[in-house]
């Protein structure tokens, strides 16, 4: 004797069955003997409904044409990744190289997405990038933008790093980062000449005549307030010759300089009126230097006298109260200076003012300035 075979029932049927108990309300056994069939089965066909509008997946046939799709598309993505597992294999099984696999990538990004593809043939993006480029060779624009540091590193004489190259090509409407700046450095193997930071004592006693108006506000907001004053020494072949310099803190541009072979009041007084000659005879300035000699001796306290500008000193020993005119010294010496100093004292002044004139004004960028010249910081006052 053969089981009695179950009743098949379609998908719409069983929906149309769970409507009238949902949509109708009829009872579970009223729909059940409306439609032929158990009230245990009609109850499992209202559930199944209750759960397929709730966003559910059954385990059953689904009811609803919208988790009918969905189980349809769950069919053809089991299938698609088997199939895609089974191509894997394969290929795999060929014993295929990476240059084979990026070859073929390349071949195939024309139609299909690299990222995809990558995952495809179990290679990373990354090493097919580097493959690609590295086949390609560098663009236009990198050797256009490698050519540029090389330029801002050679006007600086080998002096700028990573941060003032950038800021160069920049200015010039390369847009370029300290970064970007530091791995062409690496690559073209520039190396700034910058030496290391060094640490000055500090005393706190004052000089007993001028006191120290300036006391550390090196921030001014306008020109032609507040100069500071400085001397250095520097070697010219066979003896040391002199730089005076005055810079105006406002962008920490040089307004003032002369060279000398005497260290002498003399020296300074030409660098001070140097800069009140082209600073077109400023007022209400005031003059911030240490208590050098020169300084303080009565021919240039006369000067600054009969300029009308206010006298400022450091702390005895104390270079800190000087930091602008003493980072200047530094930027010059590191950035520009040979190691060994110059043949002459024409060579030395000719090459110095080269510095301040061509260089560090119009060109080199400050920090303080926000990475701009100190010519291009003082147009915009």
Known sequence: MTKPRRPNFSPEFRLDAAKLVLEQNYSVIEAAEAMGVGKSTMDKWVRQFRSELRGESPKATPMTDEQRRIRELEKQVKRLEMEKDILKKAFSSLNVGRAERFALIQRLQESYPANHLCQLFSVHRSSYRYWRDKAIGESPARLLLKEKVREAFEVSKGSAGARTIAAIVSQDGTDLSRYVAGNLMRELALVSCQQSKHRYKRTSQEYPVTPNLLARQFTVNAPNKVWCGDITYIWTGKRWAYLAVILDLYA??????????????????????????????????MFHSDQG???????????????????????????WDNAPMERFFRSLKTEWMPELGYRTFLEAKQAITDYIVGYFCPIRPHQYNNMMSPNRAEELY
């Open 252 to 285: 920490r541009k040089p307004v003032g300089w002369a060279m000398s072979l005497n260290p002498d009041s003399e020296l300074v007084s030409k660098a001070l009126t140097m800069a009140y000659e082209l600073r077109g005879k400023p007022k209400e300035l």
């Open 293 to 319: 000699t020169q300084y303080t001796s009565l021919k240039y306290r006369r000067l600054l006298w009969r300029y009308q500008i206010k006298q400022s000193m450091s702390r005895r020993g104390n270079c």
